[in-house]
T-cell receptor, first 116, second 109 residues
Framework: KAGVTQTPRYLIKTRGQQVTLSCSPI?????VSWYQQTPGQGLQFLFE???????NKGNFPGRFSGRQFSNSRSEMNVSTLELGDSALYLC???????????????FGAGSRLTVL | AQRVTQPEKLLSVFKGAPVELKCNYS??????LFWYVQYSRQRLQLLLR??SRESIKGFTADLNKGETSFHLKKPFAQEEDSAMYYC???????????FGTGTRLTIIP
C-alpha cells in the first residue's frame, strides 16, 4: 500500500510569504503528525491531528497552523515566513493514537522549504 | 518537560566492531522509548521500540529506568548500518514524540 505522501517535495519562498504543505496519510490511518527538522534543532513536534481534531501542539508561534480533513489528509500552513522557517517538514501517520500502544509513526519523505 | 539526550553527534566504528549509541532521557514517569533510523536518501523509519523487546537488524536496546537510558547496541557492525539514528520518547497521555538530536553512525570498512 502507498506510504505517506507529502507535496510539494521542494519549494522556495521569500520572507513574508505564506506556504501550505499537504500530507496524505497511509490509507486507513487516522492520525497525522507534523515535525520540523533542522540541522540545529533536530526534529521538533509541530502538531498532531486525529479525526479532524488537533490533539496536541508543539511550541511554535501562531504563524504555524494546520488542519485535517474528513479523509484524514492534512495540511499545514506557515504565514509571514521568516528565514528561520527554512527546514524539512515531515508528516507522519499512524492508525490510531500513539498512546494506544500498538501504533507507530510512518514518516513521509518531507517537504523541503527554503525561505530567501 | 521531557527531554532526550544523545550525547554523540558523530560516531565512527570499524566493521565487525561492537556499536553502542547512547540515549538518555529525563522524565519522572514511565515513558515509551523508540529508536528511529534514517538511511541515506531514505525516509525516517522505526528501528525498534522497547515494549516490543525485538531485535531488529541485530540491534537491541534495553530500557534502564534507574539510569534513565535506552542505549542502542549491536555486537558486530555492518557497513549498511551507516545512518542517522534518533532516540525518541513518548509520554502517556501526550500524543507527541520527543526526539533527541540524533547520532550519525559511520561504519568504517
Amino acid at each position: 500500500k502507498a506510504g505517506v505522501t507529502q507535496t510539494p517535495r521542494y519549494l522556495i519562498k521569500t520572507r513574508g510569504q505564506q506556504v501550505t504543505l499537504s500530507c496524505s496519510p497511509i490509507s486507513g490511518h487516522r492520525s497525522v503528525s507534523w515535525y520540523q527538522q533542522t540541522p540545529g534543532q533536530g526534529l521538533q513536534f509541530l502538531f498532531e491531528y486525529f479525526s479532524e481534531t488537533q490533539r496536541n501542539k508543539g511550541n511554535f508561534p501562531g504563524r504555524f497552523s494546520g488542519r485535517q480533513f474528513s479523509n484524514s489528509r492534512s495540511e499545514m500552513n506557515v504565514s509571514t515566513l521568516e528565514l528561520g522557517d527554512s527546514a524539512l517538514y515531515l508528516c507522519a501517520s499512524s492508525f490510531g493514537l500513539l498512546n494506544s500502544g500498538a501504533n507507530v509513526l510512518t514518516f513521509g519523505a518531507g517537504s523541503r522549504l527554503t525561505v530567501l | 518537560a521531557q527531554r532526550v539526550t544523545q550525547p554523540e553527534k558523530l560516531l565512527s566504528v570499524f566493521k565487525g566492531a561492537p556499536v553502542e549509541l547512547k540515549c538518555n532521557y529525563s522524565y519522572s514517569g514511565s515513558p515509551e522509548l523508540f529508536w528511529y533510523v534514517q538511511y541515506s536518501r531514505q525516509r525516517l523509519q522505526l528501528l525498534l521500540r522497547h515494549i516490543s523487546r525485538e531485535s531488529i537488524k541485530g540491534f537491541t536496546a534495553d530500557l534502564n529506568k534507574g539510569e534513565t537510558s535506552f542505549h542502542l547496541k549491536k555486537p558486530f557492525a555492518q557497513e549498511e548500518d551507516s545512518a542517522m539514528y534518533y532516540c525518541a520518547l513518548l509520554v502517556f497521555g501526550n500524543e507527541k514524540l520527543t526526539f533527541g538530536t540524533g547520532t550519525r553512525l559511520t561504519i568504517i570498512p
